[in-house]
């Protein structure tokens, strides 16, 4: 199985702030990654796929990079609706694996 | 508008089986790949496996962890896709989700996703 570890684990800001989540894979696995915001009581929404491409509706302030073993999500300027916590998905190989979250704190 | 209503969830004694239904309003489910995702308390989400569309046959793929104790299929005429559980052990205890596969703009995500119903699996 292909291995995600996000960091870092927890993560407290401000609102306004700028934010970015690491996400590594164990193995290669190209542009094959996205990107999961949820509440809790609530579904996971979708706001990156393919690395970098921005889902539609998600805001502009999330953006995405990388590939191979190595992905960041940033946040430009915190929200407060923003804090929730963050997974990160890899489509390239079943089994479909996710990172262990990130969760988004209020400072 | 889209919707993927989940039920079938409630509480099981380790051991037991359960069957979890997903029906989809504003989509047809024939075109569709679905996927299952559960999230277990304290811990992160868990991919369980997908059923691909009728133009692959309906073929899935399950998540290797689960041993095959979890099978995913479909009923057209419903519009469902269900999940159904056996040996239940207390580590499944989580809030599962269906959710669509879209694969637009050469991406694969999960778009769509229903509320989640929650199985407790308990002595």
């Known amino acids: 199985d292909i291995q995600l570890t996000q960091s870092p684990s927890f993560l407290s800001a401000s609102v306004g702030d700028r934010v970015t989540i690491t996400c590594r894979a164990n193995q290669g696995i190209s542009t094959y990654l996205a990107w999961y915001q949820q509440k809790p009581g609530k579904a996971p929404k979708v706001l990156i796929y393919?690395?970098?491409i921005l889902e539609n509706g998600a805001p502009s302030r999330f953006s995405g990079s990388g590939s191979g073993t190595e992905f960041t999500l940033t946040i430009s300027s915190l929200q407060p609706e923003d804090f929730a916590t963050y997974y990160c998905q890899q489509v390239h190989a079943y089994p479909i694996t996710f990172g262990q979250g990130t969760r988004l704190e209020v400072k | 508008e889209v919707q993927l209503v989940e039920s079938g969830g409630g509480s099981v004694q380790p051991g037991g089986s359960l069957r979890l239904s997903c029906a989809a309003f504003?989509?047809?489910?024939?075109?569709?790949?679905m996927d299952w995702v559960r999230r277990v308390p304290g811990k992160g989400l868990e991919w369980i496996g997908r059923s691909r569309n009728k133009i692959s046959s309906y073929t899935t793929e399950d998540a290797p962890s689960l041993k095959g104790r979890f099978t995913i299929s479909r009923d057209e005429s419903k519009n469902s896709v269900y999940l159904q559980m056996n040996s239940l052990k207390i580590e499944d205890t989580a809030v599962y989700y269906c959710?669509?596969?879209?694969?637009?703009?050469?991406?694969?995500?999960?778009?769509?996703w229903g509320q989640g119903t929650l199985v407790t699996v308990s002595s």
């Open positions: 393919t690395a970098s």
């Open positions: 959710a669509r596969v879209s694969l637009e703009a050469g991406g694969q995500r999960n778009d769509y």
């Open positions: 504003g989509l047809s489910l024939t075109d569709e790949h």
